[in-house]
T-cell receptor, first 112, second 111 residues
Framework: QKEVEQNSGPLSVPEGAIASLNCTYSDRGSQSFFWYRQYSGKSPELIMSIYSNGDKEDGRFTAQLNKASQYVSLLIRDSQPSDSATYLCAVFDTGGGNKLTFGTGTQLKVEL | DTGVSQDPRHKITKRGQNVTFRCDPISEHNRLYWYRQTLGQGPEFLTYFQNEAQLEKSRLLSDRFSAERPKGSFSTLEIQRTEQGDSAMYLC?????????FGPGTRLTVT
C-alpha cells in the first residue's frame, strides 16, 4: 500500500521564524507532489505543487523535492499567526488510478 | 472565478436513513473526485470520474455508497442505510490534470 508519512506535530514556531514541514512517501515512481493548507473545520486549499527535484518558490512558501530520498518539504518564511493550520502533503498516484494519497497532516502553530 | 461547490454543507441524519450529496465542479475540469475525511486524518479517496465515466472506486467503499456524474457535469454521492461510522466530512474535488481543487465539503453527522 502506497503511503505518505508526516509528523502530526504540533510544530510551534515564533512569529517571523521559518517553519519547516516534512513528508516522506513510499512509491518511488511518484512524479507529482502537493502541499495543502487546511484550517480547522475547513476544506484543504492547494498552496504548492512540485514535480522536479530541487526547490520551487512562491512568495513566502518554498517546496523542496528529493526523489532519491523520497522526501518532500515545505518551508514557510516569515511565519504569521494566520499560517497556523494543518498542512497536508499529497502524492499523485497515476499507477493506481489518478488520485491523491494524503499524509495525516502536520499541525503548525505560529506564536506571537 | 467559481470554485467547486457542494450542497448541503451540513447534514444530520438518523442511523438507517439515506442521504445524498451534490457536487458542482469547476466547469472546465473533466476529473471529479470524492474523498472522505475524519478528524485527525488526511482525506481518503472514495471514487473518481473522468467526464461521466466512473473509473475507480475505493475497495474501502461499501456497497451502501454510490456515486453518479450524469453528462459529465455535477455529481451526486448517495449513502444508503447510514451508520454512525459514516460520520465524516465528505469532500468533492475537481481537476484538469493532477492539481486538485477541493470544495467546502459536506459534514455528515449520523445519530
Amino acid at each position: 500500500q502506497k503511503e505518505v508519512e508526516q509528523n502530526s506535530g504540533p510544530l510551534s514556531v515564533p512569529e517571523g521564524a521559518i517553519a519547516s514541514l516534512n513528508c516522506t512517501y513510499s512509491d518511488r515512481g511518484s512524479q507529482s507532489f502537493f502541499w495543502y493548507r487546511q484550517y480547522s473545520g475547513k476544506s484543504p486549499e492547494l498552496i504548492m505543487s512540485i514535480y522536479s527535484n530541487g526547490d520551487k518558490e512562491d512568495g513566502r512558501f518554498t517546496a523542496q523535492l528529493n526523489k532519491a530520498s523520497q522526501y518532500v518539504s515545505l518551508l514557510i518564511r516569515d511565519s504569521q499567526p494566520s499560517d497556523s493550520a494543518t498542512y497536508l502533503c499529497a502524492v499523485f498516484d497515476t499507477g493506481g488510478g489518478n488520485k491523491l494519497t494524503f499524509g495525516t497532516g502536520t499541525q503548525l502553530k505560529v506564536e506571537l | 472565478d467559481t470554485g467547486v461547490s457542494q450542497d448541503p454543507r451540513h447534514k444530520i441524519t438518523k442511523r438507517g436513513q439515506n442521504v445524498t450529496f451534490r457536487c458542482d465542479p469547476i466547469s472546465e475540469h473533466n476529473r471529479l473526485y470524492w474523498y472522505r475525511q475524519t478528524l485527525g486524518q488526511g482525506p481518503e479517496f472514495l471514487t473518481y470520474f473522468q467526464n461521466e465515466a466512473q473509473l475507480e472506486k475505493s475497495r474501502l467503499l461499501s456497497d451502501r455508497f454510490s456515486a453518479e456524474r450524469p453528462k459529465g457535469s455535477f455529481s451526486t454521492l448517495e449513502i444508503q442505510r447510514t451508520e454512525q461510522g459514516d460520520s465524516a466530512m465528505y469532500l468533492c474535488a475537481s481537476s484538469p490534470g493532477d492539481a486538485t481543487y477541493f470544495g467546502p465539503g459536506t459534514r455528515l453527522t449520523v445519530t
